[in-house]
């Protein structure tokens, strides 16, 4: 304090130049849409994927152009504009193959070698028709390549590898370039690099919004408390500094924002504002006692200053829990919030303290009133929970019962449509693929041939065609592509074309005679269907997005087929796949959410058992922390809102924002006891003390929150919303439930009624 104090000045011009130098830094932050970030880490399947992609490619390196006509396709002009689309496609850098139905083509065995022929002559009204019918028949094109009602086509592109964001982006314009010079009538696009455009976009927007917008509400909401300009002044400067700070921590550590970074410029808000609000608030109040600025803010400093530091050591604590999550992307959240915390502490303390003492209190506030008003609602508070105590722990009792049936209808069914931002084209482009074709989620098996064989062998081929054909006749799976498929299509080719010539031969001679054809087939291929040794292949399709739970109940039913129908001494299968990894992770989140929480409540009791001494105020702490959490667990149940990585972090969140309050009540209750007061007087001073500062912080932290729901991810919308929630729960949790819990680890503290006068004493 007293160096605060002497250098006062000093410190507010060095940390105006620190916040000047960390947005310059701010502003040179990437954004990524990062998929992998949140496969869990160190599972056997995840590596499995990794060798999986290394020896073959990738499964997500499609990019879908679907141009819906809204009438027949079978039209020579039409045609003739989609396959002059598709080889431009084909030529632009960063695309390694493209295809439409226009230019799919067959092989062909004639008396003069090996030779193709196309499936479509679009320049030849006069075979349309007999070509219809021929792609009509085909499972390699229906609801693939061309829609199920023929009235909208794709041109399916591969992707060169993995693309940086510039690529991507250059690519996205390349072909919506070409999409307007073809004037064609209604597009939608499919695509990780689609996706990642979108998404890297939106980051971008939503994290300059929500920094406006927090701005702007906490502002409203801070001339209604204060009505005085340096009363919302030095709050906003307070936060806007740490925010500064931690984006310039961000940048210079190397990071970048993913979907669920765009929350931490309403967290920082949060860490910020409650820590200044409780200290400005205890400034003002000193200052009304005719104290000096540096005496008022040196009864602040002892009075808050512990609290403070306390509560911003527990919420890192609940941040720091996440380390202990398996998946990277809430790894990486849970440290850099738990940073965020402390970074906002050390600058409030020093700026908002350097900063409040220069000025008086009608200066920080010009409310009359306000004082008496406050009074009079802290003072009702208290003898509702005097007078009430049975109706009070009823109540709570019917709301814990109810969280719990609430908690049990918690869903992990997530959808890849929940994750795509709300009333996007991208978001309507997947309802078009879901509606026309096979839909857009990757599904990806792997062929792994026993010892000694290899991936053509006519038996694992056999057993390959017993899967694919059980997948298609029992699942809603399309778009197949596998080894079988160039087996099929050469015999069916070599034998006049005719329909029911799709088949794998029967006799081992005409087996290996298309065998040779397949594996030079293979080789010319943009997609990769299995390696060069023939030791590892696939099965690619793609699937409806029913919802994880549905397909994970899809896997099970699949293994123990697969376990019961395929021969092991020729090949196994294993299911794989990007998609397939994410889901997986809904696993993780839940084992790993409670073993965090867990710790958390563990390391936060310790520090509540040292503070105070007493086991039994462990208890008083822990319980009204856990109640917040389990009403926002019923939250999610009764909503339907899925439990996945985004809305798993309000547990966390709320444990940190439930935390500070309570050790702001606590730490007042200390102070009164160690005055010599009764348990039933330093509650009453508590009250009348402490809740005007937590419930206005509770107030400006719900508007804080409020921005979220502004937001295009459905995900950071809903933590908007259930931490909102959970605020409200956290202040009358420790409004009302930690009185009764004192009252009751101390019997008879509790005045009898009519003793008024013993509250005083």
Not at 170 to 197: C, M, P, R, W
Not at 686 to 709: D, H, N, R, W, Y
Request: aromatic share 12%; proline share 3%.
């Amino acid at each position: 304090m007293d160096f605060i104090f002497k250098n006062s000045k000093l410190l507010l011009l060095v940390t105006a130049f620190l916040t000047l130098g960390a947005f310059y830094r701010a502003t040179k932050i990437s954004f990524i849409y990062d998929l992998e970030a949140f496969f869990p880490k160190d599972d056997p399947d995840v590596a499995f994927m990794a060798s999986f992609k290394e020896r073959l490619q990738r499964d997500d390196l499609f990019l879908m152009v679907a141009i819906d006509r809204e009438q027949d396709i079978y039209d020579v002009a039409f045609l003739k504009k989609v396959n002059a689309f598709t080889l431009a496609c084909k030529a632009l850098p960063n695309i390694q193959s493209a295809e439409s139905v226009t230019t799919l083509k067959e092989p062909l065995k004639t008396p003069f070698g090996l030779s193709s022929r196309r499936l479509l002559h679009w320049e030849d009204s006069s075979r349309l028709e007999n070509d219809r019918l021929v792609i009509r028949a085909d499972e390699r094109i229906r609801n693939n390549l061309v829609s199920a009602d023929e009235q909208a086509l794709v041109v399916s592109m591969t992707t060169t590898g993995q693309l940086s964001q510039a690529e991507a982006n250059l690519l996205n314009y390349q072909i919506d370039s070409l999409i307007n010079a073809y004037e064609f009538h209604k597009t939608h696009t499919a695509g990780v690099i689609t996706t990642q455009a979108v998404f890297v976009q939106k980051i971008e927007e939503e994290l300059l919004l929500y920094i406006a917008l927090s701005i702007l509400i906490v502002t409203i909401v801070l001339f209604f408390l204060y009505k005085s300009f340096w009363g919302i002044v030095i709050p906003l400067a307070s936060v806007v500094v740490s925010l500064a700070v931690f984006l310039g921590y961000m940048e210079l550590s190397g990071q970048s924002f993913d979907v669920i970074s765009t929350m931490f410029p309403t967290l920082m808000l949060i860490f910020g504002m409650s820590d200044v609000i409780h200290l400005q608030s205890k400034y003002i109040d000193e200052l009304e006692k005719n104290k000096s600025r540096w005496q008022a803010m040196r009864t602040a400093f002892k009075e808050i200053g512990t609290a403070l530091l306390l509560t911003s050591i527990t919420t890192a604590i609940g941040f720091g829990s996440l380390l202990l999550s398996s998946i990277p992307a809430i790894q990486r959240f849970g440290l850099n919030a738990a940073v965020g915390v402390l970074i906002a502490y050390v600058f409030v303390l020093i700026f908002a303290s350097a900063a409040l003492l220069h000025f008086d209190r009608p200066q920080l506030q010009n409310i009359r009133k306000q004082r008496s008003n406050w009074r009079k609602f802290s003072l009702t508070l208290y003898l509702q929970n005097r007078k009430y105590p049975v109706q009070i722990s009823l109540i709570a009792v019917f709301v814990l019962l109810l969280s719990a049936f609430g908690i049990s209808k918690i869903s992990t069914n997530s959808y890849l449509l929940g994750d795509i931002p709300r009333e996007s084209k991208l978001r309507q482009d997947f309802l078009f693929f879901e509606s026309k074709f096979a839909g857009v989620r990757p599904f990806e098996i792997a062929i792994l041939p026993a010892t000694g064989k290899k991936i053509l062998d006519q038996d694992v081929i056999i057993q390959t065609a017993k899967l694919t054909d059980y997948l298609q006749s029992k699942f809603a799976i399309g778009a197949i592509q596998s080894p079988v498929v160039f087996i099929k299509s050469i015999h069916k080719s070599w034998n006049g074309g005719a329909a029911d010539q799709y088949s794998i031969p029967e006799s081992t001679e005409a087996y290996d005679d298309i065998r040779k054809v397949a594996v030079n087939f293979a080789k010319r291929a943009a997609y990769k269907l299995f390696d060069e040794d023939q030791t590892i292949g696939r099965i690619s399709a793609r699937i409806q997005d029913t919802g994880s739970d549905s397909l994970a109940l899809d896997m099970v039913e699949i293994e123990n087929w697969m376990t019961q129908n395929i021969d092991p001494s020729v090949a196994s299968f294993k299911m794989t796949g990007s998609v397939l990894l994410v889901d997986k992770n809904h696993e993780y989140l839940r084992k790993n959410l409670f073993q965090g929480l867990l710790l958390a409540f563990f390391l936060v009791g310790i520090i509540f058992s040292v503070l105070f001494k007493d086991w039994r105020m462990v208890l008083v702490s822990i319980i009204p922390n856990i109640v917040p959490m389990i009403i926002a667990g019923a939250a999610l149940g009764f909503t339907g809102i899925e439990l996945k990585a985004v809305t798993a972090v309000i547990f966390t969140v709320s444990f940190g924002i439930a935390v500070d309050d309570t050790i702001h009540f606590l730490t007042r209750y200390k102070l009164e006891r160690t005055k010599g007061r009764s348990v039933d007087a330093s509650l009453r001073q508590t009250f009348l003390v402490s809740v005007k500062a937590i419930t206005i912080t509770t107030i400006i932290l719900i508007f804080g929150f409020i921005s979220l729901i502004f937001s295009s991810f459905t995900g950071t919308y809903y933590v908007g919303v259930l931490v909102c929630i959970t605020l409200i729960s956290a202040l009358i949790a420790d409004i009302y439930i930690i009185p009764q819990l004192l009252y009751w680890i101390n019997p008879g503290s509790r005045p009898k009624a009519g003793k008024r006068g013993a509250s005083q004493k």
